[in-house]
């Protein structure tokens, strides 16, 4: 954790010691921090540059939309918290290239789009409007807290018959675990935490909506699920990915990489190859590869980072 962060849980531990529920608002604040925002990375910026651009609104705030390719069946992919559409960029290049259209954008408060603040309903209303636009997607693929965004999508108002989640988790309860895990805080500010994000968002455990865990309320049953997850991910550790791709029994494959963390994953020749068979072939073209896991046949991988054009 760098010099500002741990200053901030410093604070945030010491106000718990007081109170609890006051260290609860603000820990769920920081939670909630959007900044920095993420540059477009030099290995990205062609495929960046090549992008049709779209003019979309959440909530009343503008946001930039991207398209690339111009095939009949579309994929969306959706960034996670801090990130942007333009690290898609391999997996892009790989869709694009199989004949697919491929569509995203900037959440709001993040990469190019406007905005100070968001959260996981703008881009489920952000998928809406894309689907507006292109029709029932092929595929709905996100990374980190956008593959979250994807399952709350794909359960509501965006149904699709193949969902990917990279380094993600099954509901919002894990990746506030880990927020506290990370900032060490107590238990008394972790339900705090918990209570006021359902509060929000008026989400209660027992809720089957969108924002409800995935795993306890699966995909509909004609939705199938890839779920890629480093074992050395320490931003979001792999157990709730471990326990959403178990909940889905034998429509869900599970790829294991090595060494790439919770960013590099993203352009893994492993899950690259993996997303592209099960975009364009479902499960029996991922089974093809044999790198999964599925529920009767444990398998893994070593997965390699292809360089960056």
Excluded: C, N
Excluded at 124 to 129: D, F, I
């Amino acid at each position: 954790m760098s010099s500002l962060p741990a200053l901030i849980a410093r604070g945030i531990r010491t106000t718990a010691a007081v109170s609890p529920a006051l260290a609860g608002g603000l820990a769920l604040r920081v939670f909630f921090a959007t900044g920095p925002r993420m540059p477009v990375r030099d290995w990205d910026a062609t495929t960046h540059g090549e992008a049709r651009y779209r003019r979309l609104t959440a909530r009343g705030i503008e946001v930039v939309g991207y398209e690339w390719g111009t095939g009949p069946r579309t994929v969306l992919v959706l960034h996670g918290w801090h990130g942007r559409a333009s690290q898609f960029a391999p997996l892009v290049r790989e869709l694009v290239s199989e004949g697919f259209r491929v569509v995203s954008f900037d959440a709001p408060a993040h990469g190019a789009s406007k905005g100070r603040r968001t959260d996981v309903r703008d881009w489920v209303a952000l998928a809406e409007e894309l689907q507006a636009i292109h029709g029932p997607f092929a595929a709905i693929v996100g990374h980190s807290f956008g593959a979250l965004a994807a399952l709350a999508a794909a359960r509501s108002t965006v149904p699709t018959p193949a969902v990917v989640a990279i380094a993600g988790g099954a509901g919002p309860d894990a990746f506030i675990d880990e927020f506290v895990r990370e900032f060490r805080l107590g238990r008394a500010t972790a339900d705090d935490m918990k209570a006021r994000f359902r509060r929000r968002f008026g989400a209660e455990e027992t809720t089957t909506g969108a924002l409800s865990d995935a795993a306890t309320h699966p995909l509909p049953d004609d939705t199938s699920l890839l779920v890629v997850h480093d074992r050395g991910d320490r931003r979001m550790p792999d157990a709730d990915a471990l326990r959403l791709h178990t909940a889905h029994g034998e429509r869900s494959r599970l790829l294991r990489t090595d060494d790439y963390g919770h960013t590099r994953v993203l352009s893994a020749d492993a899950t690259l190859d993996a997303v592209v068979a099960f975009v364009a072939g479902g499960l029996a073209a991922v089974d093809a590869l044999g790198t999964t896991t599925g529920q009767a046949q444990p398998k893994s991988t070593d997965a390699a980072v292809r360089t960056p054009a």
